[in-house]
């Protein structure tokens, strides 16, 4: 999830998509001004940490959040902080 989270056009759709329940690769795509290969490969490294969830809809896949991992994970990260001796 911290490699996912490394790369500002991937904290960009992150953002994005905490403001929009759901946008596809074209959405995305116009809003950065990349490539729909870019937002795609963006997504793909989003997907594959879990970050992300796709619904297919028509020929288009619709990108959301998925909360319920990211705030699992964000909670055992925190957990794990506070068991370092800073």
Same mark, same amino acid.
């Given at each position: 999830?911290?490699?996912?989270?490394?790369?500002?056009?991937?904290?960009? !759709?992150? !953002?994005?998509?905490?403001?929009?329940?759901?946008?596809?690769?074209?959405?995305?795509?116009?809003?950065?001004?990349?490539?729909?290969?870019?937002?795609?490969?963006?997504?793909?490294?989003?997907?594959?940490?879990?970050?992300?969830?796709?619904?297919?809809?028509?020929?288009? !896949?619709?990108?959301?959040?998925?909360?319920?991992? !990211?705030?699992?994970?964000?909670?055992?990260?925190?957990?794990?902080?506070?068991?370092?001796?800073?």
């Amino acid at each position: 999830m911290l490699r996912a989270l490394s790369d500002e056009t991937r904290q960009g !759709i992150i !953002i994005l998509l905490g403001k929009h329940k759901s946008l596809c690769v074209n959405d995305l795509a116009a809003y950065f001004n990349v490539s729909r290969p870019t937002v795609s490969h963006h997504l793909s490294v989003l997907r594959e940490a879990k970050m992300i969830l796709g619904k297919k809809s028509g020929k288009e !896949i619709y990108y959301s959040l998925n909360l319920r991992y !990211i705030r699992r994970t964000m909670k055992n990260l925190l957990r794990l902080v506070d068991t370092l001796d800073l």
